[in-house]
């Protein structure tokens, strides 16, 4: 019953404020930033494809930033500081691009997606890592017991290491169900910070969506003149 407990008790106020945000973080520009990329950068149309591998690429890097963390050359939370970090800069930057601006469009876009999958990743390490909180005294409980008090029979050496082994077949089991657990978690929470996002939109465009400007006259095209 209380491994039990353990498993349903929700994430952190930390963790779950960040599985929330990386879903509206990545799902709230997505509207202005296409806008810019089509109206102020002016991406030409057969760059369109490419521009959208770059933005794809960074998270087919996922390997690196478990090696990184594998390894201890990041932590989950310094990895979250840096790419949280970065992709605020690089938004910033993004804001303030020069019209016509296509190559530095291209790389603010990967610098963009980088930081975000970073961050995506560190979010989902410090998940798993808060799952694994706890679960190392399964063990310590059945060792003492056994030594302590096998030293006359074979038997009792016997049933101890069976105990032992149990116990630790049941941690592992609890471990792995609590990472499960706690990734789906994360999942529908940034499912969730998605449709906030989209909602968003959806009351930008109703109150300010309707608003046309309409060129001079003399400079309208064909599929304009529905304007006037």
Not at 118 to 129: E, I
Not at 179 to 185: E, G, M, R, T
Not at 199 to 221: K, N, T, Y
Request: one cysteine or more; charged letters at 15%.
């Amino acid at each position: 019953m209380m491994v039990h407990n353990s498993m349903m008790s929700p994430l952190p106020a930390s963790l779950t404020a960040l599985f929330f945000l990386s879903g509206l973080l990545q799902s709230l520009p997505l509207v202005p930033l296409t806008t810019l990329t089509n109206s102020l950068v002016k991406v030409p149309v057969n760059l369109l494809s490419i521009y959208g591998s770059v933005l794809f690429a960074p998270y087919l890097c996922k390997a690196i930033y478990a090696h990184l963390l594998d390894k201890k050359i990041l932590t989950a939370k310094s990895l979250l500081y840096v790419s949280y970090s970065g992709a605020a800069v690089a938004f910033v930057l993004s804001a303030c691009v020069r019209q016509g601006a296509t190559y530095e469009w291209f790389v603010l876009g990967f610098l963009r997606s980088l930081f975000c999958a970073a961050g995506d990743f560190g979010t989902t390490a410090a998940a798993l890592q808060f799952s694994s909180i706890g679960n190392g005294n399964g063990n310590g409980n059945g060792n003492g017991n056994g030594n302590g008090n096998g030293n006359g029979s074979s038997g009792g050496d016997d049933a101890d290491d069976a105990k032992d082994t149990k116990d630790t077949k049941d941690t592992k089991d609890t471990k792995g169900s609590k990472a499960s657990w706690y990734q789906s978690i994360g999942s529908s929470l940034r499912n969730l910070g998605s449709l906030v996002a989209n909602i968003v939109m959806v009351v930008a465009f109703l109150i300010w969506g309707g608003e046309q400007q309409c060129p001079s006259p003399g400079s309208l095209s064909d599929w304009q003149r529905g304007c006037r």
